[in-house]
């Protein structure tokens, strides 16, 4: 099993460009979250699924979009770049809820200019 | 949600055992306690979890105090590649397991 991929790994976007991340897991998990990490501090939620068809938001969603059309992939939309998402993105996925572990991609490092 | 309160950093021989603690006072009697760790700027990577019982696993060993108020992750013969960001989380209860990382403890494992 590839496990959690993420593609790219690294970008460099222009103030108001758009792109979409990539996330695709082959372990058949229900469960996928996308999370940004900034310099020196935690992860923090930015949406979440818990099945096909099944979006939700997390902690900091504004100024990201998200789809679910298929188990495996979970891609994550950034529409009019700005620099305070200059970040780290990890995409995550787990088989369930509570008492499951999340497994987490290698990360896409994106810097806004 | 239950926050958890952890040391900003802490320091261990390479071979010898790394305890650290966690407190989460305000728990709830469903809630798990997760621990992950990060090394350098990876993904983070799952060690492990527990709701009442101690646990252990190839990784490492977890004790939860019998009022759940705290936790300590034990490493028992901490490595060089042991050297990270340890976080202590427990997620709301809900179903969807949406895990808060604090800033965590870095631990710095010293030959």
Request: proline share 6%; with cysteine; aromatic share 10%.
């Amino acid at each position: 099993n590839a496990g959690v991929t993420q593609t790219p790994k690294f970008r460099i976007l222009k103030i108001g460009q758009s792109m979409t991340l990539q996330c695709t897991q082959d372990m058949n998990h229900n469960y996928m979250y996308w999370y940004r990490q900034d310099p020196g501090m935690g992860l923090k939620l930015i949406y979440y699924s818990v099945g096909a068809g099944i979006t939700d938001k997390g902690e900091v969603p504004n100024g990201y979009n998200v789809s679910r059309s298929t188990t495996e992939d979970f891609p994550l939309r950034l529409e009019l770049a700005a620099p305070s998402q200059t970040s780290v993105y990890f995409c995550a996925s787990s088989f369930g809820g509570a008492g499951h572990e999340q497994y987490f991609g290698p990360g896409t490092r994106l810097t806004v200019t | 949600d239950a926050k958890t309160t952890q040391p900003p950093s802490m320091d261990c021989a390479e071979g010898r055992a790394a305890n650290l603690p966690c407190n989460h006072s305000t728990i709830s009697g469903n809630e798990y306690v997760y621990w992950y760790r990060q090394i350098h700027s990876q993904g983070p990577q799952y060690i492990i979890h527990g709701l009442k019982n101690n646990e252990t696993n190839e990784m490492a060993s977890l004790i939860i105090t019998e009022d759940r108020k705290s936790s300590t992750l034990i490493l028992p013969h901490a490595t060089l590649r042991d050297t990270a960001v340890y976080y202590c989380i427990v997620p709301p209860q809900g179903g969807s397991e949406k895990l808060v990382f604090g800033k965590g403890t870095k631990l710095t494992v010293n030959p």
